[in-house]
């Protein structure tokens, strides 16, 4: 690349447990909007100042786990026993290095814990108590779990523990179900990095562990190919290794970007009724952002360095 800073991408997204237009005031969408605008501009000055790209997914994520208005940090959906457990990963392209944290109660911000592990080189996947454990050890901010707890999810929880026992789960809406953040980028020296963060989904058993923290599934990164983040029901997401996945069609099938990412969320998983969305970016930065819900949270950096922003259909662009 001769023009290296003219490469560099960004996109995120807020997850695809998207309630109607109709059960949020107006201010509350902008709002809720205006959370992934800073957070894609948090990950874009990383980007602009040369910064590499984990630390721009870093950054990016981040911003949405301290966001009232995403399942990820504060605000993180509750599991059945109404407690929360945190999940995490963040994936180094350039290295295939990756750290991830699972279960996790504690962690003010899980995607910190799960990079601490990256560059700490020895481990990558640490659950429960021990996950805390070593956050704490690391000087990381660890906080009670009624930190995390909103009003809304509370009501997202009496309302799934309703549907359970009437055996209606499926007709729940997305947003009562489930939600994710994370964050792809590639950056100026032409590496690519993923993070991705949840508190699961809503009523989840205790114990439950989805596909954010597991490398492949809901997370990762490969330089030259192509970096992704995946938000939906999980289960589906590690039986068909749905991260690896996409990159694999692009390695070994010669398939675009916005093909290999679209080939599960709108074939297989559509057909089956389950709601699923990515967030991908190749190594030319281009973005692909599929989703079959009625919605999915998502932002990205357009190449002619503007922002664009969305929650359902309409995109709204905005100035970095």
């Known amino acids: 690349m001769t023009d290296k800073t003219a490469a560099i991408s960004l996109a995120l997204h807020g997850g695809c447990g998207v309630m109607a237009e109709e059960d949020m005031t107006q201010p509350e969408w902008e709002e809720a909007r205006d959370h992934l605008k800073q957070a894609l501009r948090a990950g874009w000055q990383v980007l602009q100042q040369q910064g590499s790209a984990v630390d721009a997914v870093q950054a990016t994520v981040l911003v949405m786990e301290d966001s009232i208005y995403f399942n990820a940090g ?9 407690e929360h457990e945190l999940d995490a990963a963040i994936m180094d392209g350039a290295t295939l290095a990756a750290g991830a944290v699972c279960g996790a109660r504690h962690i003010r911000n899980p995607v910190l814990a799960a990079r601490s592990l990256l560059d700490g080189g020895e481990s990558v996947l640490l659950s429960g108590s021990g996950a805390d454990d070593y956050a704490r050890d690391q000087g990381l901010a660890c906080v009670e779990s009624d930190y995390f707890t909103t009003p809304r999810r509370v009501q997202a929880l009496e309302s799934m523990r309703r549907h359970q026992i009437a055996g209606t789960f499926k007709a729940a809406r997305e947003s009562e179900k489930h939600g994710t953040v994370g964050a792809v980028a590639l950056d100026a020296q032409g590496h690519l990095a993923a993070a991705t963060s949840t508190g699961g989904y809503t009523n989840k058993p205790v114990g439950r562990i989805g596909d954010s923290p597991l490398i492949g599934s809901g997370t990762y990164a490969r330089d030259g190919v192509c970096a992704v983040s995946g938000t939906g029901q999980g289960e589906y997401f590690i039986r068909n290794v749905m991260a690896y996945d996409i990159a694999a069609r692009m390695i070994y099938a010669g398939e675009k970007l916005q093909t290999a990412s679209e080939h599960l969320v709108m ?3 559509r057909d089956l009724g389950v ?23 998502r932002a990205w950096v357009t190449e002619d360095g503007r922002g664009v922003v969305a929650s359902h259909h309409q995109l709204y662009d905005f100035d970095l």
């Open 267 to 269: 074939g297989e998983f």
């Open 74 to 82: 504060f605000g993180a959906a509750l599991n059945a026993n109404g």
């Open 275 to 297: 709601g699923a969305g990515v967030i991908a970016i190749d190594a030319n930065g281009q973005v692909s952002a599929p989703y079959n819900t009625l919605g999915m949270f």
